[in-house]
């Protein structure tokens, strides 16, 4: 049961007495998780083996939209905020948190490489008392299967010499939500390792919620997000449905969300993108697999998404009334995989982009929060939205719906509109916008 944390354990001790934080992995996980525990008085030390990042970092820049460059500078101005590209002075910190990359594999199996290289680059500077704690989202048991024989390889065991814990991360990116306020899963390996990590994060999270387990703790990641790519499959079909049907799927949603119970409105578009939704459900299917289970509505739910590039284009070709899209020209509002951020893992503009491109369309795009967008050896520039870019595409394709953006003068000066995320549902007069 989710509770509110009391002021006990590390809350109530000296800084001084704090223990020293590290964060393995300054992404969109990490670097919020590592100005979280700034606040709270910890001394940090973010890791990225990405060179340019750190640079970025250690002049106050951030490179990603929930964290401001003022946030940022003020953890640096605080000197508990340490940056650096190498695992140099890991031994001198006391919990080690890894919030790297767990992608696909070409086949759609986990990718467990880039915590597999975190773990033998901490490999060396592991010590007695040490707290290691997973936050990666990823298949249960890869805690005990993977993170724990490694960690006592080096001759200290699990539970008495050095300690292992799991707490799936649940960033929502471009959410208005602080990270403290998400109540926050923690599990350990043994009881002891569980008691470290709710000593620990209770001092930042206000709500902890322990569970019995680390593959608990993994497999309510991979629910939460599975529940997520299932429902939004099922409003994907349906809105292809209500599409030949002459119905707008759009309208329906809003009216059905006018139920008290039993409804949670799910929104339509050109397919499900990020770090976490189109992946988590996947490490579940080839953990089932290998039980020889069967993920039936995983596996729909996966198909569904991955024909939705195929549907957009089919959608381009009846609005323009072509049967090939050879030698046109489309201008792509919205590049990143949800509104409001500018994370393009896993967006469906990559596969749409690619596929337009490899049928002869010249592509241009705007995203007010992506500069640039590449697509294979291909790089591509953001370029302003006026009246002249719009008029000289054939067609304007809405892929993303951020905010900030002016629908009324895509509308005004645009030929034609294909509205993938009912971006336009402001503007009064459309004649020329067809909705996915």
Request: proline share 6%; aromatic share 6%; with cysteine.
């Amino acid at each position: 049961m989710c509770h509110p944390v009391a002021d006990r354990g590390y809350r109530t001790v000296s800084n001084d007495l704090l223990p020293r934080i590290g964060v393995i992995g300054l992404g969109y996980v990490g670097l919020p998780l590592a100005l979280l525990f700034v606040r709270e008085d910890f001394h940090v030390m973010g890791i990225d083996i990405d060179a340019h990042k750190v640079q970025e970092l250690m002049k106050g820049n951030s490179y990603i939209t929930d964290v401001s460059n003022e946030q940022l500078s003020m953890a640096l101005k605080s000197g508990r905020l340490h940056v650096s590209h190498t695992f140099q002075g890991v031994s001198e910190l006391d919990v080690l948190i890894i919030c790297v990359p767990t992608p696909l594999t070409p086949t759609f199996g986990p990718d467990l490489s880039y915590l597999q290289s975190a773990l033998m680059a901490l490999k060396p500077f592991l010590r007695a008392g040490h707290l290691i704690v997973l936050e990666s989202s990823t298949y249960p048991g890869t805690t005990e299967e993977v993170v724990v024989p490694l960690v006592e390889s080096t001759g200290l065991s699990v539970g008495q010499d050095i300690f292992v814990a799991y707490s799936p991360e649940r960033v929502d990116p471009g959410r208005p939500m602080s990270l403290e306020e998400i109540p926050k899963i923690v599990s350990g390996v043994t009881e002891q390792c569980r008691d470290k990590i709710v000593a620990v994060y209770e001092a930042v999270f206000k709500y902890v919620v322990p569970v019995s387990n680390t593959r608990t703790a993994e497999m309510v990641k991979i629910l939460e997000n599975t529940q997520r790519l299932i429902n939004i499959s099922l409003v994907n079909e349906m809105s292809t449905i209500c599409r030949e049907m002459q119905i707008n799927i759009w309208e329906v949603i809003q009216a059905a969300g006018t139920k008290p119970y039993g409804y949670t409105m799910y929104f339509p578009g050109p397919g499900i993108g990020g770090h976490c939704i189109p992946v988590d459900p996947l490490y579940m299917k080839w953990k089932a697999n290998q039980f020889g289970l069967q993920t039936n509505l995983i596996d729909a739910a996966h198909q569904i998404n991955q024909a939705r590039p195929l549907e957009v284009i089919r959608l381009l070709k009846q609005t323009l009334q072509v049967e090939t899209l050879w030698g046109k020209r489309i201008f792509v509002v919205g590049v990143a995989y949800k509104k409001n951020v500018n994370d393009t893992r896993e967006s469906p503009a990559l596969p749409i982009v690619e596929r337009l491109q490899n049928q002869g369309v010249a592509i241009t795009y705007h995203d007010p929060l992506v500069e640039r967008f590449r697509i294979g050896s291909e790089t591509l520039k953001s370029v302003p939205i006026s009246p002249a870019v719009l008029a000289e595409n054939d067609c304007v394709l809405i892929l993303t719906d951020h905010s900030g953006v002016d629908y009324n003068e895509i509308v005004k000066h645009a030929r034609l509109i294909v509205d993938t995320r009912n971006a336009t549902v402001g503007v009064a007069e459309k004649p020329n916008v067809v909705l996915f």
